[in-house]
DNA sequence: TGACTTTTTGTGGTCTGACCACTAGAGTAC
DNA sequence: GTACTCTAGTGGTCAGACCACAAAAAGTCA
């Protein structure tokens, strides 16, 4: 396998030796978040190479959600919250056979903790934010879509709450996995209020200081939205595919 | 905001059509793991599009992790073991001032659970491995670079015994960051027997099925991992960054 | 003046078709 | 058999042209 190492000087291919350069760049401080690099033309001249492999690079880069192309403005580096992995863990599923279960146990760790870490560090600014995201979650209880943004965001702040990004980055490479599930399947209104009270309860764990409460009811919380989703799922039977195509060694790509 | 997503027929960017359409065919159970896809002059005309844009396609699944390009050869759907994000950990760390203490932190939530979890649902065969692999750490306790290798594969086997691929993959991101600095740190022997002695104790109490113990041991363990860290990061000074950013790239010596 | 529309400019996106570089296997000589 | 050479097939790179989009500038009209 080759494991390509950072930082290779006679690297061949032109797109490492972009991806390199940048990550150089970056690293030693000379690139940060949001900034924005110079014109694909420009660029290719300087690194002495055609625009199509500068591109590959630039390419490789922002599939790594390290660089943020923008049609007809410009190509700047990330600087949203971090994305590890992107949508790489939908497909990796669909690769590895990952289960629902296995997202759901692996939310619970990752969430469990977070909440636990943002009882004991969390700040009155960010016990704030989560009260009127709480507020916003029973305002609109009755619209499940702009419910779920809140919810999201509910999560997302108790993430930044617990003041390690890494992990945080983590619970969002899970959980946008479910998200456009849950996006397409309006919840009942009826669970939506059990849901918010839960959420309450977690946030008073939290703002109490109670870090085994907190993990604990996150965990409850999930193994909720498990069974809701798994009931969902059975209500809903998915579509079956086709056998074991094992065919030939050359997958047929045109349809 | 434009969280661009997932299976649009209409998306502008030919680059995103071909990324759906191969993550169609894998959903769909139309390509396995180890296929290899047509050759890029056929595909491109399959599709209607020039070979510049499906190989700007094809470079984003690349990047991802999901397609395995080789020069020469052809171009096929990953087969290894899943791996998240690659090597953006690192880049996300000089992008977002990920600290080493979070990294641990990370590390010791996540194997943490995993040891827990393979002391409950592992089998005598991966017991088996894990033994093996024991044996080889005592057996090269004098040569760190090949101990590594084997503490890895330890510590690899852990997370395969806790049938969680997902928890799996997520420790191979976080670990891999620092996997090319420890590579590079040889580490003093009196360090590796104690290392090794601290994982026969982890062995069996996964072995003995004591999930507790065995999460207690592996968090104990990466604790004493961090310390010894810190004390190569006292004795070699790294040379001065200014403002915010600061290099990841610090040795690992123990384990 | 002010707000709206049109044009210009600068950027990334795509196309074409040629040629280079690598790999593996077939063929050949010994 | 072994080693070498050749060849076919594949991805990698190049060049230059043109298209599509977004923001800013210029023009237009009340």
Redesign the interface.
């Known amino acids: 396998?080759p494991k390509?190492?950072?930082h290779s000087k006679t690297d061949t291919h032109l797109?490492m030796r972009v991806v390199d350069h940048f990550?150089a760049m970056?690293?030693?401080?000379r690139l940060?978040?949001g900034d924005q690099i110079p014109p694909e033309r420009d660029l290719a001249r300087s690194l002495k190479m055609s625009r199509?492999s500068l591109?590959?690079g630039i390419?490789?880069?922002?599939?790594?959600?390290?660089m943020n192309v923008r049609h007809g403005v410009g190509t700047f580096?990330?600087d949203g919250p971090?994305e590890?992995?992107?949508?790489?863990?939908?497909?990796?599923g669909?690769?590895?056979?990952?289960q629902p279960w296995?997202?759901f146990?692996?939310r619970k760790?990752?969430e469990g903790?977070l909440a636990a870490l943002a009882a004991e560090r969390g700040t009155e600014a960010h016990f704030t934010a989560l009260a009127e995201e709480l507020a916003e979650m029973y305002a609109t209880i009755n619209d499940p879509a702009e419910y779920l943004i809140h919810d999201v965001r509910f999560h997302r702040m108790i993430a930044k709450a617990a003041g390690?990004?890494?992990?945080a980055?983590?619970m969002e490479?899970?959980t946008s996995a479910l998200y456009?599930d849950r996006r397409k399947t309006a919840e009942r209104s009826r669970g939506l209020k059990q849901s918010a009270d839960l959420h309450k309860e977690l946030y008073r764990a939290m703002r109490a200081k109670n870090s085994a409460e907190a993990q604990a009811l996150m965990e409850h919380h999930l193994s909720m939205a498990q069974s809701a989703q798994d009931r969902e799922i059975a209500a809903v039977p998915r579509r079956r595919?086709?056998g074991?195509?094992?065919s030939s060694?050359?997958?047929?790509?045109?349809r």
């Open positions: 396998m390509e190492n950072a797109t990550s970056i690293e030693d401080g940060h978040p199509a591109r590959a390419g490789y880069l922002a599939a790594m959600g390290v580096v990330a971090p590890l992995g992107k949508a790489s863990i939908s497909l990796m669909a690769l590895h056979g990952f296995q997202m146990e692996a760790i990752l903790q390690n990004p890494i992990l980055a983590l490479t899970v456009d595919v086709s074991k195509s094992k060694r050359t997958a047929n790509t045109s």
